[in-house]
């Protein structure tokens, strides 16, 4: 701990400084499968969304969900097969800094500049992005990874699985999301005609407990 230095407060709540054009939380929103309509206009402002069900009964979701630019929004394209309109989700979105500042300019705060550049500024709250490299599937263990805490994965393509049927081949897209403190996989059947089969371990998390999430047992 620095011997000196000052604290900033407001109504209580201590200041955050951020780094500038770093990503930072925007809102957290509950929803139903569907298209989900995030964030509106600049089609620059690429945001990143981390994923969670929150009433699953399946160890595993048939599903799919992607990120999406359509009618001058950013959406969250999500299907899920087995559960369909019955199953919650939570979203996680985060942008950049100065896209936050510029939906909620700031009354009250703090902001550093370095030769009339900004390089930092306050209330708003830094992503915490956590890295695992240990997904795995194998045979039917389609229960995914423990992180020991309530999670939402980035939404993000982690491979495509080869298969062979009746017709020839299929192929199935794998996504991730959140489930308790599992990281589990969604899986959608996206093409009738068979891939080589390729899947990463890399995913991306967050502990959803820093940015107004519940620690919900299922």
């Not at 009618?71 to 559960?83: F, G």
């Not at 306050?122 to 020991?148: A, I, K, Y």
Request: with cysteine; net charge neutral.
């Amino acid at each position: 701990m620095s011997k000196y230095g000052a604290l900033f407060f407001n109504q209580g709540i201590t200041e955050e400084l951020t780094p500038y054009e770093s990503a930072v939380f925007l809102k957290k929103i509950k929803t139903k499968p569907g298209l989900i309509k995030v964030i509106e206009g600049n089609n620059n402002a690429v945001p990143l969304i981390f994923i969670r069900v929150l009433n699953s009964s399946n160890p595993s979701l048939s599903g799919l969900s992607e990120v999406i630019y359509e009618n001058n929004a950013w959406c969250v394209n999500l299907i899920d097969t087995i559960q369909g309109n019955s199953a919650e989700y939570e979203l996680y979105v985060f942008v950049k800094s100065s896209y936050h500042i510029s939906l909620h300019p700031q009354k009250w705060g703090i902001q550093i500049y370095h030769k009339g550049v900004i390089t930092h500024a306050s209330s708003q709250r830094p992503l915490n992005l956590l890295e695992g490299n240990n997904f795995v599937l194998t045979g039917n263990n389609w229960s995914g990874v423990d992180v020991g805490f309530p999670c939402a994965v980035l939404i993000t393509t982690i491979g495509h699985i080869g298969m062979m049927d009746s017709m020839g081949g299929k192929t199935i897209r794998v996504t991730l999301c959140g489930r308790g403190n599992r990281i589990i996989p969604h899986s959608m059947i996206v093409s009738g005609q068979m891939s080589t089969t390729s899947l990463g371990k890399q995913y991306f998390y967050i502990d959803v407990r820093e940015y107004g999430g519940k620690d919900i047992n299922d």
